[in-house]
């Protein structure tokens, strides 16, 4: 089969615009480069991702939502940093000057490296690396599952390797999926631990209890000391709260009876807003971080971003998904504060239930805010502050899709929802999303090309 400099078989699926772009590419690296000589082969591998669509990360990360709206349970929402970091890591190379993570993040280890004056595809790459990150990090899964992976990494592979030779397709396959083991060694070094046993709650006046209807004991109380991606967020916590008081006359009780008296006149837009972002799973809908990565995907789909930028701002927000986690909890935990269900039971009217469902763990901060918010801020960060989004991640419950004017306003409208839903302080909700505004712009900021945002 007659191939060209890069590698590429001139099928009949080559179109004659694509060669001439080569051939514009060339023309212009002679002239540019007259005085020295050009590798056109790296010229070629470093700036590929500028004409490459985002479809291949896109549909991966589909396929993941899909897979967890069957079973919440097949993923923990903090291993999105894991397969964004690894999105990022398969197809870096093809953003000219673009650097390695591991370069920025928090004992992350090297990655390995390409061969110099060789082709790569970025696309084989990444559908090498997010076949194996799926198929290493989600639990459970059942034979369809494994079908619609085998299916989705078969589709691209029968598509891309028509583009080029086969040396350069099985180099690209291979160096996707040795990207894909290294970030699933270092995960196996992590220290999250999501589990609940042995917790015992403090007793304090003020003190976070079980809440109904479920009652059950707080959830993931032992993560705030998990190793986080930037070392700035190891030990950060939100500051205090207000004090804590039962006086009718206190802001504390005034606090609590905000969220009450806005419970007894929702508007049914606010009813609304409470159950479209109700995201507890199970049935109901996606996780929070499910609907974060649905938003994300569709910011990357509706701003028609190419295939570099996709990656890097998969990777930002899982960075922000697990950073924000660990400090909401780790935060929650400190404080141990009363959910208003507890708190209006006691003090304001004993047959109070919240409108949605109260979840167990602690109240402040609130996590919709500040980990919506976070991963919603990185994700500005590289698409732009002022970029529409909307959302249809539950037109599949007969929800209109909802438009926000701006990336982050996806998340100021999750944080006020958990007010209406009767289980969240007002303050609570603006800590979290001024918290939120801070580290989602930390991880926003990490340089990976050599100019500043």
């Not at 004409?51 to 919440?72: F, G, H, M, T």
């Not at 080029?164 to 990207?179: D, P, V, W």
């Not at 042995?198 to 004991?217: E, H, I, K, L, R």
């Not at 998340?411 to 839903?421: D, V």
Request: proline share 5%; hydrophobic share 35%.
């Amino acid at each position: 089969m007659q191939q060209d400099i890069f590698g590429f078989s001139f099928t009949k699926k080559f179109t004659i615009m694509k060669k001439l772009f080569y051939l514009l590419t060339i023309s212009m690296a002679v002239t540019i480069n007259s005085c020295q000589k050009f590798d056109l082969k790296n010229y070629y591998n470093h700036h590929q991702n500028e004409k490459s669509d985002a479809n291949v990360a896109l549909d991966w990360y589909k396929l993941q939502l899909r897979i967890l709206l069957e079973r919440n349970s097949a993923l923990n929402g903090v291993h999105f940093g894991y397969i964004g970091i690894g999105l990022y890591e398969s197809v870096r190379n093809g953003t000219n000057n673009a650097v390695s993570l591991s370069t920025k993040l928090y004992k992350m280890p090297e990655m390995p490296t390409i061969e110099n004056n060789k082709i790569y595809s970025w696309e084989v790459s990444a559908n090498a690396v997010m076949a194996n990150m799926v198929r290493s990090f989600y639990t459970g899964l059942t034979t369809a599952n494994n079908a619609s992976i085998d299916s989705l990494e078969k589709a691209y592979n029968d598509k891309l390797s028509l583009q080029i030779s086969s040396e350069a397709f099985s180099r690209s396959q291979s160096f996707g999926r040795s990207i894909a083991t290294a970030i699933h060694d270092w995960y196996l070094t992590d220290d999250f631990n999501p589990s609940n046993a042995g917790y015992v709650p403090p007793v304090f006046p003020g003190a976070w209890v079980p809440t109904p209807p479920a009652f059950a004991n707080g959830v993931m109380p032992y993560i705030g000391t998990a190793r986080t991606l930037l070392e700035s967020d190891l030990t950060g916590i939100a500051p205090d709260h207000i004090t804590y008081s039962e006086d009718p006359n206190s802001d504390f009780y005034k606090m609590v009876k905000n969220v009450y008296d806005v419970s007894k006149a929702l508007t049914t837009d606010q009813k609304n807003t409470a159950l479209y972002w109700i995201d507890q799973g199970n049935g109901v809908g996606y996780t929070p971080a499910g609907h974060d990565m649905a938003i994300v995907t569709e910011a990357i789909e509706q701003t028609n971003s190419n295939l570099g930028v996709a990656a890097e701002t998969y990777a930002k927000a899982g960075i922000a998904e697990r950073d924000a986690t660990i400090e909401c909890f780790r935060s929650k935990y400190h404080y141990n504060l009363i959910r208003p269900v507890s708190y209006i039971q006691k003090l304001i009217d004993p047959t109070w239930l919240s409108f949605i469902p109260t979840p167990p763990h602690p109240e402040y901060p609130a996590a919709h805010a500040y980990v919506t918010g976070s991963v919603m801020q990185a994700t500005a960060s590289v698409l732009g502050n002022h970029t529409k989004v909307t959302d249809a991640s539950y037109v599949f419950r007969g929800w209109a899709p909802r438009t926000f004017n701006s990336i982050f306003a996806a998340a100021e409208e999750a944080g006020i929802s958990r007010l209406y839903g009767g289980i969240h302080y007002l303050p609570s909700i603006n800590t979290g999303l001024s918290l939120a505004k801070e580290l989602g712009s930390r991880v926003g900021n990490i340089n990976l090309h050599g100019y500043n945002h």
